[in-house]
Nanobody, 119 residues
């Protein structure tokens, strides 16, 4: 059974930084795309950033220049460095990963970690 476990959320003042981590564990031989999504109260879950196994990245316009996604394939871990945080970044952040098994690819989600940015 594959699990994604996030860590690193918390409360920070506007302008501050946080680093989120998400470690995948279980029967894993490789991981395709990994990413971070977020969901604020009353809003739909939205993409924050994605990274392919080769390191290509994609960001939401709202976080470009402030957030950086990276991954350590040896540790099956994806990171999100968040700088210059704004109150509107407040949300539950979810890790996402596409993991192949045999001829299939399965999508997994973490349990979420709360990020709160105070003004």
């Amino acid at each position: 059974q594959v699990q994604l476990v996030e860590s690193g959320g918390g409360l920070v003042q506007a302008g501050g930084s946080l680093r989120l981590s998400c470690a995948a564990s279980g029967r894993i031989f490789s991981i395709n795309d990994m990413g971070w999504y977020r969901q604020a109260p009353g809003k739909q879950r939205e993409l924050v950033a994605r990274i392919t196994s080769g390191g290509s990245t994609k960001y939401a316009d709202s976080v470009k220049g402030r957030f950086t996604i990276s991954r350590d394939n040896a540790k099956n871990t994806v990171y999100l460095q968040m700088n210059s945080l704004k109150p509107e970044d407040t949300a539950v952040y979810y890790c996402n990963a596409f993991i192949p098994s045999s001829i299939y690819e399965y999508e997994y989600w973490g349990q979420g970690t709360q990020v709160t940015v105070s003004s």
